[in-house]
């Protein structure tokens, strides 16, 4: 009886033993593993990503909730605002989502006539909100040395007593301060080891550009490879402007350094650094504000279309998510911010200017991108699961025309739609239009603007298909992979819990097999 009491305090001690140890390990583990995930965080925000602009020149636009849903639908992470919405700011808390926000050019002279006025606003818009909303930066202005350049002798103004106002609420070095500028700033910008500043904006230029080195603030830039396409059509390719392959041949050679420039935004982009580089100024780092390709044109822009918008957007994000740097930095990706989310309606001719957006103002796309590898990052094409149907609002005689066009001339399959067939009802025009848009769009591979039909059909992700009637799409032998990612807090710190486990565990097993051995215990 002494000796089964001996046994069992031995186990108990040993028991106590183990239980200490392994809360030792996890102890000594788990603060590495925290260090480990907040340098991960640290890695994550410094990665180069996409972004878009919101404008709000739309008819049919998303209440601030639906629009944060719709953003975090589409994983959209960075956003940009054209000025300070509360109802969307106040949607955006808690959300992980990250927004510039902006001062409109309106707002300049009384914010750079008055440190009061900069305060106050910065407690109404930033202070308000941050750190629940996660703003990262304001744009001051947009474009005002170009646009409005008579406010251009309050830009630093307004900057340095916006800064002054982050400074005394301690949030200088979690916001950053700059201003957009439009690409002409930059004269002679090919070859970029030639360009530089307009110098005769010198005054505004170069104490701005010790300032965003001083505060570690990148220099924002809307680049437009489009317009420079559009302006030197037959010297500039098409395919350099929207990232396509080339030959070595075909690559734009800058004679000063042998730099060779695969596409005109990269061109684009070291012209920024050079300009910088003649101002002595070397640590400033170019964010592209703005940057995207328009989907519909007027006669005079043939060249804005869907399949080139749709090409200049994929590759654009398949550039900046491969780390692709530029010629001049390999080894800095400037991250953008596409223009635009969503079709301006509203915005006043050319027709390209209503038409930059990725979707209409409804969230339905306006086409899909091709950015394999991307994961779930927007609505992107990567399972072929889309469909072609009839816009809302068109009305029946235009809707009448392009069904029998894509009955007709289009020979897609409209057997279905006949009386007495499974999609004849509901008998109306836009469910016939839609089931014989989407047996053309089909028939044609989905290639893009195989959904256009005259601006009257939009491609979608939601099935059409109702009761017995199946559209075109939905016939189709689907394939459907998942991506099962397992997050760790870190897979060393766990390898050594686990190994560190099994040794005690191990420990364990052999001495309670031991004093499960009464009479060795006896001999002590």
Same mark, same amino acid.
């Given at each position: 009886m002494a000796n089964s009491k001996f046994s069992f305090l031995v186990v108990v001690i040993i028991f106590v033993f183990y239980t200490a140890l392994l809360r030792f390990s996890q102890a000594k583990s788990l603060p590495l593993a925290v260090t480990q995930i907040k340098q991960q965080k640290q890695d994550q925000d410094r990665e180069p990503f996409v972004g878009f602009n919101i404008g709000t020149d739309v008819s049919d636009i998303l209440s601030a909730t639906d629009l944060v849903s719709f953003l975090q639908v589409q994983k959209i992470t960075h956003v940009r605002l054209y000025d300070a919405d509360p109802d969307i700011l106040k949607a955006l808390a808690k959300t992980k989502i990250r927004v510039i926000i902006s001062v409109p050019n309106n707002q300049l002279i009384a914010i $750079?006539?008055?440190?009061?006025?900069?305060?106050? /606003? +910065? $407690?109404?818009?930033?202070?308000?909100?941050?750190?629940?909303?996660? +703003?990262?930066? +304001?744009?001051? $202005?947009?474009?005002?040395l170009t646009t409005v350049p008579s406010s251009a002798p309050l830009l630093m103004p307004a900057i340095e007593s916006l800064y002054s106002a982050l400074v005394a609420s301690n949030l200088h070095t979690q916001i950053k301060i700059s201003t957009p500028h439009a690409a002409s700033i930059i004269l002679d910008p090919f070859p970029p080891s030639q360009s530089f500043f307009n110098q005769s904006w010198s005054s505004v230029m170069l104490p701005l550009l010790e300032f965003l080195s001083t505060t570690g603030s990148p220099l924002m830039m809307n680049l437009y490879p489009y317009?420079?396409?559009?302006?030197?059509?037959?010297?500039v390719p098409l395919d350099n402007s929207l990232f396509k392959p080339l030959t070595p041949s075909k690559e734009m050679v800058d004679p000063n350094t042998l730099l060779h420039y695969t596409n005109v935004l990269d061109a684009m982009i070291d012209a920024a650094y050079f300009s910088m580089k003649n101002l002595n100024i070397t640590d400033v780092v170019v964010l592209v504000t703005e940057t995207g390709w328009p989907s519909k044109g007027d006669s005079k822009e043939p060249y804005a279309t869907i399949d080139n918008a749709d090409t200049y957007n994929s590759n654009l994000i398949k550039h900046v998510l491969d780390h692709s740097g530029t010629p001049f930095h390999p080894e800095v990706t400037s991250s953008v911010y596409i223009y635009e989310l969503f079709n301006e309606d509203l915005r006043?001719?050319?027709?390209?200017?209503?038409? /930059?957006?990725?979707?209409?103002?409804?969230?339905?796309?306006?086409?899909?991108?091709?950015?394999?590898?991307?994961?779930?990052f927007l609505a992107i094409d990567t399972t072929n699961q889309t469909y072609c149907i009839a816009m809302d609002g068109v009305d029946s005689r235009t809707l009448q025309a392009a069904l029998d066009w894509a009955c007709g001339p289009g020979r897609a399959n409209c057997s279905e +739609?006949?009386? $007495?067939?499974?999609?004849?009802?509901?008998?109306?025009?836009?469910?016939?239009?839609?089931?014989?848009?989407?047996?053309?769009?089909?028939?044609?591979g989905k290639a893009p603007g195989s959904c256009d039909f005259k601006g009257v059909a939009m491609i979608t992700t939601t099935d059409p298909s109702h009761g017995s009637c199946i559209f075109p799409g939905s016939k189709k032998i689907r394939n459907k992979t998942r991506t099962v990612t397992n997050t760790t807090i870190s897979s060393s710190a766990a390898h050594g819990l686990i190994a560190f486990d099994k040794c005690l565990g191990a420990f364990l097993a052999v001495i309670l097999s031991i004093l499960l051995q009464i009479p060795f215990v006896d001999k002590f």
């Open positions: $750079g006539s008055s440190n009061t006025t900069a305060a106050s /606003w +910065i $407690g109404r818009n930033v202070v308000a909100y941050y750190p629940e909303t996660l +703003i990262t930066a +304001i744009a001051v $202005g947009d474009e005002v317009y420079v396409f559009m302006q030197n059509k037959g010297v006043s001719p050319p027709v390209s200017e209503a038409n /930059w957006g990725l979707f209409y103002g409804n969230s339905t796309p306006v086409y899909l991108l091709h950015v394999y590898g991307s994961g779930t +739609i006949q009386p $007495g067939e499974a999609c004849y009802q509901p008998n109306n025009v836009k469910n016939h239009a839609a089931y014989a848009f989407d047996s053309y769009y089909q028939k044609e």
